[in-house]
């Protein structure tokens, strides 16, 4: 199965042609056409998206907690597969909490960089295989019943299940679990 590339539908969807006025003389008649302007390029970076997002909020407060901030702030460009608060309260009871710890910093931080892969990766442009993530592990993709699934180092698997939220240094797509590095 393909990623939907949601950017380009709603490009389709929301450009038109506008129709200037016509008119005439005695000898011709003139119709101006121009077309729309196209939508905006997206003005929010991916750490701000994140923040506005509800759905997020624990992956924020352990953005923040790990000191990745910045580099979500930066200039990118970013892929970033962003796990929801339903798939953070999905891991076993308390990890999240000792993640969050002063002295835990290193490994939430590799965590977090595991869900980063260099580039704007669109939907339309994963394919099935492996993408190296910023962590410097691989992930692999495929599809199963029709979803797209990613599986991380030790076997967890996570379904995309929204794509291509643009940020302007990158885009999000949104995962149902926390993906694990191998080490």
């Given at each position: 199965m393909k990623f939907r590339n949601a950017a380009v539908a709603l490009a389709v969807a929301t450009a038109g042609l506008t129709l200037g006025a016509c008119s005439s003389n005695s000898a011709s008649s003139t119709t101006t056409t121009t077309m729309a302007p196209a939508p905006a390029p997206a003005s929010k970076t991916i750490a701000e998206i994140a923040s506005?997002?509800?759905?997020?909020?624990?992956?924020?407060?352990?953005?923040?907690a790990a000191g990745l901030v910045d580099t979500?702030?930066?200039t990118g460009?970013?892929?970033v597969f962003a796990p929801t608060n339903a798939a953070f309260a999905a891991l076993p009871a308390g990890t999240v909490e000792t993640l969050l710890k002063p002295e835990n910093k290193a490994t939430l931080t590799k965590i977090l960089t595991y869900h980063v892969?260099?580039?704007?990766k669109m939907a339309a442009d994963i394919m099935p295989g492996t993408l190296t993530t910023a962590q410097g592990g691989t992930i692999t993709v495929s599809t199963e019943n029709g979803k797209v699934i990613l599986t991380d180092g030790k076997g967890g698997k996570a379904t995309v299940t929204k794509t291509d939220i643009e940020a302007s240094n990158g885009v999000?797509?949104?995962i149902d679990a926390v993906l694990q590095p191998a080490s």
């Open positions: 506005a997002n509800p759905d997020f909020s624990t992956l924020v407060t352990a953005v923040k979500l702030n930066g460009p970013y892929t892969v260099a580039g704007k999000i797509h949104v």
